[in-house]
């Protein structure tokens, strides 16, 4: 959750004296904290810490624009008297908050922001995945100068204790891969159409429930789980990606029938964020990387994620793969994440601190390919695309075509033995010019499980 | 994974210090560290140290009882030549070494070891469940006043880490129940049962794999996963429990035709350790706290873990349900949690420290129950055993009775509505009275999934 810092030793153990002296008689010494951003999370935040009422923290500072709507809200009302309510951040800045929780998202003017607060000596939680996925380095650096922490177990997988329990307890392995649903809009709309629902009507329903943004292209198109990859793979792979590098695929292109083909397949359909070290002869060591709609085997701990549940499987070299899975959004679950980084730096505590690399991305994968197309259908419409794969040197594993659909606009499968992302892509590139196809081919990436039972 | 230490800033500030000159140029200090016991993890903490090579940190002292043919094994051959071995614990304690990693197990000799390494300013490492759950609390109040830390991730579900990423990032929840797979033996021989094996080409195949122990007690009576369980009530409750005041329930009784019916009724069965908070009038605060096979739904994350695998499921009140589970025993998982406990306390890295109390055990819970009789069929059982459960009042859900079996020796099942513990037991003593009893009835808590999918 911490991200190195050389000189934060002096601060934080600061901080943990005046939090000791805290809980003793006379006048107690408190840490003091600033909550940017009173939406969902951030007064979930002040909620569980009114609740709670851990010693030696207290909520001193909320900032939001327009702050008196939300001060006469019902969530407003259940914060002490005692917090100044402010839409002035120099407020904040220029007060005695020994921690400012972020909780407002985006890069402007946030950046700004924190980098004043960890400047004037203020440690930093926050739940923003795009900060961290594009700024966390230079924040980190940042922090490290000043002496205080930048913490943001939050910003992946919200509630579920991922990047602690990845830094606290997988620091001895070395963890080469890595795989999740970590976008909790994109696993809803996938786990309902699973049952049969289309996917507009699961996108309006998603929206209306407040899962999907009015634009759900940061969800849909795998925008919002390439930065929590980012941050995932940095702390799990110690990797430095430029999120910009890394490969998207909607999962805007996925339809009914391919529901129906995936559990003919023994599998279903998920977005997955997945991430892995490889060494490339005169390359070095390069990461594969990916947020795209995969087949997923229904055996597999991936598959197990419904509705906006988030889950992420880590695979060490020397411990296999561990699960982590639970509510990924919300207010309360996000807010156990950012109290949880609140006591830590509170306390003084720090965790282990290892060596993070820049290093080079592709979105190569060595895997099988499920290959939707869908056709005019007339004789030799399966030689010409098995004679393409072919000249590409991929092998099919299966055809599948379902009985029913009309002869003029058939959906059937074609799926793969393990191939190159690249090899495959080329292929359909040329199969999509093929005078019989409807669609653009639909092309997914079968996740494969690597880590078999020991037993059983 | 620590416990609290006022004084232990100094020491591990001392320790991160020099741990930090380790890694400048010129003779560089390191953290020394001795292993207690050789055997399959201790053997593997070694082999990740000397693959990992993390810097700063030394193997310098392997003890173990007639070593000279562990330094021989192919596992031996492989530690650095500079290492020290020894069979006198006593070289040990009078070395410079910093830290101690105890993997032997059991309360004697090694708690008095430990107690003189602790005494003697050495931090120690432990995977020692049972030391853990019976001692833990004036163990670590020793090495509160020497200043140095006691640390036990790898004691509980190995690889799996649920006890950091429980200390680390659900600190800011507060946390009501915890259930869960820790004894990857039972779970062996249960996942292989609901596959059709019975129990005792099971236990006996799980001995020959070196799953089970000769006396296969510990596992199959659920001492061990009682240890677990304590601990894990410490960290998520937050409550001290007596080991011994838990109550236990052998998997032992259960039979094949138990999975035909629990299938029936949509559920597996596996040994679940699980622990509750409540508030009992004039009582305050208890555990209701069971280790026993239950009745699990094939629906919830508990039914997913397979053979040797663990799963700990923690429900907390702001955060739902967290799941985290992977291979829960064996060398190499075990030695990531040994590993990583290193790195922390060598890098002078704490945990949250939240107050522990001693808490009262019961055994009991509101549950639904499976009863499995096996009787000598004639006409008036079922109105006999559904007039003992009205006695104490306990309604009946289902009654199941498969066709087939002889009427002479006929297997029959019936489930409760929520009822507690001791009313289901005093129901079932009359039963077991009966003169058409062939068996002492079965009686098994069936888990109930409580925290419900917010969609999908």
């Known amino acids: 959750m911490a991200i190195k810092s050389k000189q934060q030793g002096k601060k934080t153990a600061a901080t943990a004296a005046k939090l000791a002296k805290a809980v003793k008689p006379g006048k107690p010494a408190v840490v003091k904290v600033a909550i940017l951003g009173f939406g969902t ?73 924190l980098r004043k607060a960890l400047a004037a000596g203020k440690s930093v939680v926050t739940a923003n995945k795009q900060l961290i996925a594009y700024r966390g380095a230079g924040l980190a650096r940042l922090a490290e100068q000043h002496g205080v922490q930048l913490v943001y177990g939050a910003a992946v997988a919200g509630g579920v204790p991922v990047i ?9 392995d070395t963890v080469t891969r890595l795989s999740g649903i970590v976008n909790g809009t994109c696993n809803y709309i996938l786990s309902r159409m699973e049952t049969g629902a289309d996917y507009a009507t699961v996108l309006a329903d998603a929206q209306q429930l407040g899962y999907a943004e009015a634009d759900p292209s940061a969800d849909v198109d795998g925008f919002d789980a390439r930065a929590k990859l980012c941050i995932l793979s940095r702390i799990a792979l110690h990797a430095e990606l430029d999120p910009d ?39 070095g060591t390069v990461v594969h990387a990916r947020v795209a709609p995969m087949l997923v085997p229904l055996a597999s701990p991936i598959a197990w994620s419904h509705g906006t549940q988030n889950m992420v499987v880590v695979s060490g070299r020397f411990g296999g793969d561990v699960v982590f899975s639970g509510h990924g959004a919300g207010g309360e ?48 419409i399966v030689s010409a695309i098995s004679g393409a794969l072919s000249k590409v040197g991929a092998n099919i594993d299966s055809i599948l075509q379902r009985p029913g659909y009309p002869k003029h606009r058939l959906p059937f499968v074609v799926t793969t033995e393990p191939c190159l992302t690249s090899t495959i892509e080329h292929a359909v590139a040329s199969i999509a010019k093929m005078d019989c196809m409807l669609e653009r081919p639909l092309c997914l990436q079968m996740l494969v499980m690597e880590d078999k039972e020991d037993a059983g």
């Open 41 to 113: 999370v951030g007064s979930s935040v002040a909620a569980v810490l009114t609740a709670s009422k851990f010693p030696g923290i207290e909520l001193t500072h909320i900032f939001n624009r327009g702050f008196e709507r939300k001060r006469r809200s019902a969530a407003g009302k259940r914060v002490p008297a005692s917090v100044v309510w402010t839409d002035d951040v120099g407020v904040i800045l220029a007060s005695d908050v020994d921690v400012v929780i972020e909780l407002m998202g985006g890069l402007n003017p946030v950046e700004g922001w």
């Open 245 to 283: 590098a890394v490969a998207t695929q909607s999962i805007a292109a996925i339809e009914a029938i391919d529901f129906t083909y995936a559990k003919e397949l023994g599998c279903t359909i998920r977005q997955i964020s997945r991430a892995q070290l490889s060494n490339v002869k005169g390359e």
């Open 333 to 380: 679950p996000t807010a156990v994440a950012v109290v949880s980084d609140l006591l830590a730096v509170a306390q003084g505590c720090r965790t282990v601190q290892l060596p993070v690399r820049k290093r080079a991305v592709t979105g190569e994968f060595m895997a099988p390919h499920y290959l939707r197309f869908v056709v005019d259908d007339k004789p030799g």
């Open 164 to 172: 602690p329990g990845m830094l606290q307890g997988l620091s001895g």
